[in-house]
Structures are given as C-alpha cells and as structure tokens.
C-alpha cells in the first residue's frame, strides 16, 4: 500500500496523458508499444473498466469481442482514455495475448 496514492495516481496520469498525445498524433506504433510495455497499470485497467454504453454495456472492457473491438477500429475509437483502451484491447486480442490478463482477471473477481 502507498502512504500517498494521490502521487500515484498523477504519475499514472501523467503516464496515460503522455501516451494518448502519442497516439492521438499518430506517431509509430514502436513508441506506443514501448510505452504500453513499461506500463502494467494499464493492463489493470483493461480488466477492471466496465462498459457503461451500448451492445455491451455491464461487461469488462477486456471481455468484449473481437468483432466489436475490430469495428471499433474501422468506425474509429473514441478520443480520450477510453479510445486509447479499447484500441490496447484490440491490440491484444488481435496479437492473441489475452493470457496477459488472466491473473488480473482473477484478482478483479476476488475484490
């Protein structure tokens, strides 16, 4: 447990606000990868966000399908956080690395 979450929580934004200026601008997908790599917190989220809209509202962000992720990515993503995390769990399902979220899956049912 941190003494201070508050500092945690401006580093991750900072972290996340960085990134999506990346990804927004439309730089290589080498430099998203590299950022997406040093940050497991992202990955956290991935399996706690719950979908608040649409088809498939009520489920976690990393139990949506394929096919609604991949049209995501044809219609285009959203701006903001949620863009940027629906297009990481396209990514990852895309490249079948799922099993990443396994464990945190776990621990987010256990909470």
Not at 42 to 52: F, Q
Not at 53 to 69: A, H, I, Q, T
């Amino acid at each position: 447990m941190l003494r201070k979450p508050s500092f945690a929580v401006i580093i991750a934004s900072l972290y996340l606000l960085t990134y999506y200026v990346i990804f927004h601008f439309g730089q290589n997908f080498r430099t998203l990868l590299w950022m997406f790599m040093g940050a497991p917190f992202i990955l956290g989220w991935l399996a706690y966000v719950i979908i608040r809209f649409g088809k498939y509202e009520g489920r976690l962000l990393c139990d949506l399908p394929v096919s609604y992720l991949e049209w995501f990515q044809r219609k285009g993503f959203p701006p903001g956080k949620l863009g940027m995390l629906l297009s990481t769990m396209h990514e990852i399902k895309s490249n079948g690395l799922e099993y990443l979220l396994d464990p945190l899956k776990k621990g987010a049912a256990k909470s």
